[in-house]
């Protein structure tokens, strides 16, 4: 399959990638740099915003700019023409769930709008349970934890009709993704069940997306693939990648056809040589679902 490496990137922890319709341009977040870039689609023109603070995660807002999960909260970020970002806080778990050495990870908007994401301790050697997730609205505010005791939170997404979603923990420790019923009238999970445990598979399940046909597509951190799961939880496809440390996927372009996958290099902001850190493009021959922006 040809895979094709966005020239001029390079993250020392990509991830967060989403494809924003209305601009018909992808975004992806680099955490530690705390940098959020964007490609246009038409000419591959890259730009890049420098934030105050990390960014985990992102979605596109129904009134214009982001929705972003980070160190200190959720905020509504609006990027500025001179690579600023100007970042309004909208909510924030109390310290004592949100304390030092955390942030929030991973996160995405339900179908309905609802923007979701959940907390971690960044250092992943002390393999403490405090991560929770959570939900933000604009007309309900912060709601959660309604996970707890998460390691490192990830993968989250949701199926074709928004009935199930998915939560995978990522730390070692864990390698497991969770399915939920989902209320899509209440905006709550229900019903906890394993969809995968993959402690004996090779690597750990990272950021995920889910296609037109209802799979399940996972980064196999540390695996160097790309694994699509059915709804029935069976393996059907493996993709094997350049770098070990794939971190999210998710599905864009015009046609909703495209996979851009970010990545991680171990060696941080200096650099590793190969493909550690890029971030690429790539068309599996399936079809995407459009996200819904925050507050749509």
């Given at each position: 399959m040809?895979?094709?490496r966005?020239?001029g990137?390079?993250?020392a922890?990509?991830?967060c990638?989403?494809w924003h319709?209305?601009?018909?341009?992808w975004?992806w977040v680099?955490i530690?740099?705390?940098?959020i870039w964007r490609?246009?689609?038409?000419?591959g023109?890259l730009?890049?915003?420098q934030a105050d603070?990390?960014v985990a995660?992102?979605a596109?807002?129904?009134g214009?700019g982001?929705?972003?999960?980070?160190e200190t909260?959720?905020?509504h970020l609006?990027l500025?023409?001179?690579?600023?970002?100007?970042?309004?806080?909208?909510?924030?778990?109390?310290?004592?769930?949100?304390?030092?050495?955390?942030?929030?990870?991973?996160g995405r908007?339900?179908?309905?709008?609802?923007?979701?994401?959940?907390?971690?301790?960044?250092?992943?050697?002390?393999a403490r349970e405090v991560?929770?997730?959570?939900?933000y609205?604009?007309?309900?505010?912060?709601?959660g934890?309604?996970v707890?005791?998460?390691?490192?939170?990830?993968?989250?997404?949701?199926?074709?009709?928004?009935?199930t979603?998915y939560l995978?923990?990522s730390?070692?420790?864990r390698?497991?993704v969770?399915?939920?019923d989902?209320d899509?009238?209440?905006g709550?999970?229900?019903?906890?069940r394993?969809?995968?445990?993959?402690?004996?598979?090779k690597?750990?399940?990272d950021?995920a997306?889910?296609?037109?046909?209802?799979?399940?597509w996972t980064?196999a951190?540390?695996g160097?693939?790309l694994?699509?799961?059915?709804?029935q939880g069976?393996?059907?496809?493996?993709?094997?990648l350049?770098?070990?440390k794939?971190?999210?996927?998710?599905?864009?372009g015009p046609d909703?056809?495209?996979?851009l996958v970010?990545?991680?290099?171990?060696a941080g902001?200096?650099?590793s040589?190969?493909?550690?850190?890029?971030v690429?493009l790539?068309?599996?021959g399936?079809?995407g679902?459009?996200?819904t922006?925050?507050?749509a």
């Amino acid at each position: 399959m040809e895979m094709q490496r966005i020239a001029g990137v390079h993250c020392a922890t990509g991830e967060c990638p989403i494809w924003h319709a209305g601009e018909q341009s992808w975004y992806w977040v680099d955490i530690p740099a705390r940098r959020i870039w964007r490609m246009a689609h038409a000419d591959g023109a890259l730009r890049r915003w420098q934030a105050d603070e990390m960014v985990a995660c992102i979605a596109a807002a129904a009134g214009g700019g982001l929705v972003a999960g980070m160190e200190t909260g959720i905020y509504h970020l609006d990027l500025n023409d001179d690579g600023g970002v100007a970042a309004q806080r909208l909510a924030a778990p109390p310290p004592h769930e949100l304390g030092e050495g955390m942030r929030f990870n991973d996160g995405r908007c339900d179908r309905q709008g609802r923007f979701w994401s959940g907390t971690m301790f960044m250092d992943m050697g002390a393999a403490r349970e405090v991560g929770g997730l959570y939900r933000y609205s604009r007309d309900g505010g912060l709601h959660g934890p309604v996970v707890t005791r998460l390691l490192t939170q990830n993968g989250l997404a949701f199926s074709p009709d928004g009935r199930t979603m998915y939560l995978s923990d990522s730390h070692p420790r864990r390698r497991v993704v969770w399915a939920y019923d989902y209320d899509i009238e209440a905006g709550l999970p229900s019903r906890e069940r394993v969809f995968l445990d993959l402690a004996q598979q090779k690597g750990r399940p990272d950021g995920a997306a889910v296609d037109a046909d209802g799979c399940y597509w996972t980064c196999a951190n540390d695996g160097g693939l790309l694994q699509r799961f059915t709804p029935q939880g069976a393996l059907d496809r493996e993709i094997a990648l350049p770098m070990a440390k794939p971190s999210m996927c998710a599905f864009g372009g015009p046609d909703l056809q495209t996979l851009l996958v970010t990545s991680i290099d171990p060696a941080g902001a200096g650099g590793s040589e190969g493909d550690a850190g890029a971030v690429l493009l790539l068309r599996p021959g399936v079809q995407g679902i459009a996200e819904t922006p925050f507050g749509a």
